[in-house]
């Protein structure tokens, strides 16, 4: 399996980015939102979008940027990138005890250290 994500393609589902990231890090979930992410608050559920929209039907106008997803890739950087190069807005969830919860006292960390962590506490 690739160590790398590839979001290079106008068509592509925002399921199947997420199917992606999930089978590579099976520990942590994206969701992508209508609206930016307000420091320190939960992102509303009600404003997460439909999977089955592909990123031309929601992104910025003009040409697409890919971005590539890989391990050493910080969280915060990850939801910057999107947003800067894409107009998306998105947020990197962690499963903790079978709950998902929104990032954002580790946004710092990498994914690598993000799913390692969760790993380490399941083993707890």
């Given at each position: 399996m690739s160590s790398t994500i590839e979001i290079n393609d106008d068509f592509m589902t925002l399921e199947s980015i997420k199917n992606q990231?999930?089978?590579?890090?099976?520990?942590?979930?994206?969701?992508f939102f209508e609206t930016k992410y307000t420091k320190g608050?939960?992102?509303?559920?009600?404003?997460?979008?439909?999977?089955?929209?592909?990123?031309?039907?929601?992104r910025k106008e003009g040409a697409m940027v890919p971005i590539s997803i890989h391990e050493n890739l910080k969280t915060s950087t990850l939801e910057k990138l999107f947003e800067e190069e894409l107009g998306l807005?998105?947020?990197v969830y962690k499963k903790s005890n079978n709950t998902w919860v929104q990032i954002m006292a580790t946004d710092?960390?990498?994914?690598?250290?993000?799913?390692?962590?969760m790993l380490n506490q399941k083993d707890e």
């Open positions: 990231f999930n089978k590579k890090y099976p520990h942590l979930k994206i969701e608050e939960a992102s509303p559920k009600e404003l997460v979008y439909d999977g089955a929209f592909r990123i031309k039907d929601i807005h998105i947020q710092n960390w990498t994914l690598s250290q993000q799913e390692t962590d």
